[in-house]
């Protein structure tokens, strides 16, 4: 196969492989001869997808590489491109393998003004060189509401063949935002037996589309008019009204169906998003049903950045409630960062002022704010749960069946501490949609919290037959890993983990000193050692212990929950872990070099912390343990706050510090909520040495006037170690 010289503009980039540079604004930016072959190859394909094997096979021709190679040429080219407004420039596409965002001009011609599938100009834009990978779904979560079909006659049309990319000179301008024709499947193969099946996906699709929030999807006996009809797209724009049309077509292959879906412009017929994909005959719910969620995910996905791209650039300053809503799911989907959580629900919090009785937006948000907060997590802003409290009661006011607003009703159930009636409503909203993405994901995170870890993964089974095009789809083997090391299955383990990391690349030095994936792949070690494989359980630690060094048995096992920590798996877990070379407790005293603050900084749960705190004293394990002893009866006890995961602390009066230690509003409300604290020593502690709650809280103390606050730096980890007598219980941890 030859290769292109045609030069190719994207965004900000022109790529001439003449002279094998690319130029950024002009500027030229240094990649190695392996990156520019695979930029060049991405860029050949004008947005469509290029597979792993297609860019190993030509790149690498005639060379056998691992496959980690091609991942470390992607991140190398991300951090050597940067983003433009806010997104990646190169797109992981689950299972599929790679593309570039945006349009694309080649040869000094601009493609059809197509609306770019990746939000350009977005609100949200991560700090350079830290781009957010995309964590969550949006709108291809929702269920139904505010839906709309319209039948429309039928209409029997002439007119000359349908051109490529026509441009209509009578644009499509009234037809409503989200509005879509599913056109019926056509039948490629030679069978017509599968011209039913062809019928039945465009039925399915059809409704499945129908219950994207907002949509405005044509009735099937309307789309219907254009069977075999070869118009072209605009005159089928006007007469339905509508924005977008979609094109789809299958063929038998005997032990599967090739399907092609392509999305177009009803204004101009540009293929504004295309997917080619396999289904196997005998797919898991049967090949109609994978058919048409594959479909449906990856439309209401792109819609959502299209249509947000749109209103930027259509009404960048006026926005009204809906263009609020897309743009918020734009980036709630692509990004996952705090803040991108941020401005989503700040945007989603403008379209209810403007509409106050815009029922998505109020279940969207309502969801957001407590998933923010974490389904089962114990730490909870008390403002932030009156928030979502006040939008999801309205939201029931205005549709009491919506499974939306049911699964954010359930979320929050769960974050006010009431599990029997939070998993309750997950299946009020599964009986009003069993496919309801968001009460999915809710339902299984909480039977994992209540012990249930079969249900769990049998429910996360059914959350990626439901929702197969979310970007999260393979990652959530990673979940199903887990539940399976818990279940005592360390082989079924292993496996699941390292498919659902498997895009995840080589974890590399100067990340977070503490993220999602390093606690995934502690689970993977777990698996590895209790599965036999000790050496590679050693290996795996060894390498993230150099990306994660302030990592111990005792803070994973503070991450987990009450029923991991109470079941019998959990001994051989952690022992398994200390077997393979996890240390067992981090040391009090060690000295990781940073400089002491005399101000609250929001840093990481895990990130290593100053020896001492100005203007704050400070006491080890063995003098704590001598204090409380000594304390005379006559003297007020000492008052401990624990800022940590409270699964042990030393015994006395405790208070456990639920609150926000940056912000002295929540720590002067804690303080106001605590008994007289006059003549009272404060200790001040959290889970271990590395973690600033206990740091920022003790500071928020002495500046609100208490006079006796002493930071206690070790924690629930080193009193664990010493051996002391603790209250809580902690299966598994002995010292």
Partial sequence: MGISKAAYAFGPFHLDPATRTVLRDGALVTLSSRGFDVLHLL????????????ILAQVWRGVTVEENNLTVQISALRR???????APVIITVPNLGYRLAGRITVAGSALADAAPVVAQGAPAVPPQGAPAAPRRWYLAAACGAMVLAIAVGALWLSGKPRQAAAVSSQPVLSAPRLSLVILPFRNLGDDHKDDALADAISDD????????????VIARESADSFKDRKLPTDQIGRQLNVRYVLEASLRDLGDHYSVNAQLVDAANGTHLWAERFDVPRDAPGGAQAAISRRIAGGLRYNLVQIEAARSLKERPANPDALDLYLRAGAIWANENSRDADTQSRRLL????????DFTPALAELGWEICVRLGIVSVEAMQDDLREASTVIAHALELDRFNPDVLASKAVLL????????ALATFQEALNADPECSHALNGLWRMQASQGQFQAAFETLGRLQL????????????????ELAVWMGRPDEAVTLIRLGLADEGVPVPGGPVWDGIGYHRLHLAAALALSGDMDEAKRVLAADSLVWPHRSVFRFAATLGAVELHSQMAPKILGAL??????????ENKDDHVPPSAVPLDRDDFAPTPLTIPGVATIDTAALAKLLLATPKTTPAPLLIDMGSGVTWPPGDLKMGRFNSTSAAEANDFLRSLPSVLGRKLIVFSDGPDGWRSYNAALQFRAAGVQNVIWYRGGEEAWTKAGLKADGSFPGMKP
Avoid: C, Y
């Avoid at 919090?349 to 106050?356: D, K, S, Y």
């Fill in 414 to 421: 769960a974050r006010q501490r009431h599990p029997a009636e």
């Fill in 80 to 86: 050597a491109l940067g983003d433009v407004d806010g």
């Fill in 466 to 481: 439901a929702d197969p095009a979310n970007p999260d789809h393979n990652f959530w083997n990673t979940h199903k890993g």
């Fill in 578 to 587: 200390r077997d393979a070379g996890l240390e067992a407790f981090a040391d």
């Fill in 205 to 216: 699709l059809t409704t499945e589309m129908a219950h994207m929030p907002a949509a405005t």
């Fill in 349 to 356: 919090e403008q379209a209810i002022r403007l509409q106050p």
């Fill in 43 to 54: 860029a050949r394909r004008e947005g469509g997808v290029v597979s792993r094997d297609e």
